[in-house]
């Protein structure tokens, strides 16, 4: 049975950061590209990071410079930095699993249950 953990969200301040953590139960952890998504109420959940299975790692421009998304094989997890957060950035964050390293979160076959992120002016 396939689940995810994630971890790590919670309420800061503007500026501050947050390391998001998911924790992987599944087969061949090391054959699944992992991606974060996020989500506020009513509006689409839209992509934030990527790793590859090779550890290559793309972003959405809204995080760039900002985020730094890694992978550690021997754990089954993968991590989320995020610096010098702001209120924007604000949602539910979602870890994901999948066969290719895309931003259409259509191709992502598992799914955690999210964790909290809210930033404050």
């Known amino acids: 049975q396939v689940q995810l953990v994630e971890s790590g969200g919670g309420l800061v301040q503007a500026g501050d950061s947050l390391r998001l953590s998911c924790t992987a139960t599944i087969r061949a952890f090391q054959s699944y590209t992992m991606a974060w998504f996020r989500q506020i109420p009513g509006k689409e959940r839209e992509f934030v990071a990527v790793?590859?299975?090779?550890?290559?790692?793309s972003y959405a421009d809204s995080v760039k410079g900002r985020f730094t998304c890694s992978r550690d094989n021997a754990k089954s997890a993968v991590y989320l930095q995020m610096d010098d957060l702001k209120p924007e950035d604000t949602a539910l964050y979602y870890c994901?699993?999948?066969?290719?390293?895309?931003?259409?979160?259509?191709?992502?076959?598992?799914w955690g249950r999210g964790t909290q992120v809210t930033v404050s002016s």
């Open positions: 994901a699993a999948g066969p290719a390293p895309t931003s259409n979160k259509r191709t992502y076959n598992y």
């Open positions: 790793v590859s299975r090779g550890g290559g790692t």
